[in-house]
């Protein structure tokens, strides 16, 4: 199994810290690190201040919202990082929330599923090299080809709901899961493998972000807490944890509940589930969990708040593995 890190966006850190968590999970050894994007910095111009500040580390941008970017946009972005840091580059793709999409940058919220499955068409033929000529429900560009192709990038795919799920499972190289349990991560592998097989296609990999802190103290259990209450209310992470049994929780985010407030109520059970929180002997038996249930990868979004750049919990993983 394949174990990666994920740039955690804080609220309550410096910016900068991005850089320091690219180092550390340089120095411990591990392969890659994926580059998101929030309210702090352009995807783009992170991945590649990284690239140059920590060389050798492979980088995967996104998920982004393919309803704020076009495929031409995603295609030189990515061309753009690769050609100026010389490393690795894949990306993943998203549908995000209407919040972000009409509510941020006053686009059209709009069959997220469809935009996505178009989008990797698209981006597919810009990576080989083609010029585009494309006419979808959602997405289209004529006339546009990259100076320097791509056809190695590789392509993963957020998936929340059941229908971003059977595009990921018939179209993208990887599957993307955030803040999900173990057998959510079991339920989800069952679809991808008959989604794929369906589709007469290997199934791609399937990659979990779990948030993790190394023996936490108080200090990081809120913060793992705070983080978690920006999920409540947005569609499909919401649904998951009226699965879980927590719909009182989302009723109170959707109904407007502060972040702060909603924070003190996130019970311990429930870090615990979507957590990877503890010691070593924890981490390792955590990261076995959801191996055995069909993770190819576990991307692991370090808590800072005790760990300042993340090093004694990205230590404790490459250890846990190993």
């Known amino acids: 199994m394949r174990v990666e890190a994920v740039l955690p966006f804080w609220l309550d850190r410096p910016d900068e810290e991005a850089l320091d968590i690219a180092q550390s999970a340089r120095d411990v050894g591990l392969g890659a690190l994926w580059v998101g994007e929030m309210v702090t910095y352009d995807a783009f111009a992170l991945a590649t201040a ?4 920590v060389p050798g580390l492979a980088l995967r941008l996104g998920p982004l919202a393919v309803g704020v970017r076009s495929p031409v ?7 753009s990082v690769a050609a100026l840091t010389g490393t ?8 995000s929330s209407p919040m972000i999409v009409a509510g941020w940058h006053d686009r059209e919220w709009a069959q997220p599923a469809a935009r996505v ?3 990797i068409d698209c981006l597919r033929s810009l990576f080989a090299g083609e010029r585009s000529d494309y006419d979808g429900g959602q997405v289209r560009t004529h006339g546009f080809r990259l100076r320097r192709p791509r056809p190695e990038t590789r392509i993963a795919v957020g998936a929340f ?5 059977r595009v990921a499972a018939r179209h993208a190289d990887e599957v993307v899961l955030n803040l999900v349990p173990p057998q959510r991560v079991a339920q989800v592998r069952a679809i991808i493998d008959r989604e794929a097989a369906n589709a007469g296609r290997t199934p791609p990999a399937l990659t979990v972000w779990v948030p993790a802190a190394y023996q936490p103290g108080a200090a990081a259990l809120r913060q793992l807490a705070a983080q978690l209450a920006v999920y ?4 499909g992470y919401g649904e998951m944890f009226c699965e879980l049994g927590y719909g009182e ?5 959707r109904a407007g509940a502060g972040r702060r407030e909603l924070a003190d109520r996130i019970p311990a059970d429930l870090l615990d589930q979507i957590c990877l929180a503890g010691t070593t ?9 959801y191996h055995e249930a069909g993770a190819d990868c576990v991307a692991v979004v370090p808590c800072t708040a005790e760990d300042p750049g993340g090093r004694a919990i990205l230590t404790a993983v490459t250890e846990a593995r190993a």
């Open 50 to 53: 990284i690239g140059h500040r």
């Open 161 to 165: 709901g059941p229908a971003i799920t």
């Open 73 to 79: 946009t995603l295609a030189l972005g990515i061309s």
């Open 281 to 289: 002997e924890h981490i390792a038996a955590g990261l076995r969990a």
């Open 88 to 95: 690795a580059v894949d990306i993943a793709l998203g549908a």
């Open 117 to 119: 499955s178009e989008t």
């Open 232 to 235: 409540l209310a947005p569609p």
């Open 249 to 253: 929780l989302v009723q109170r985010a």
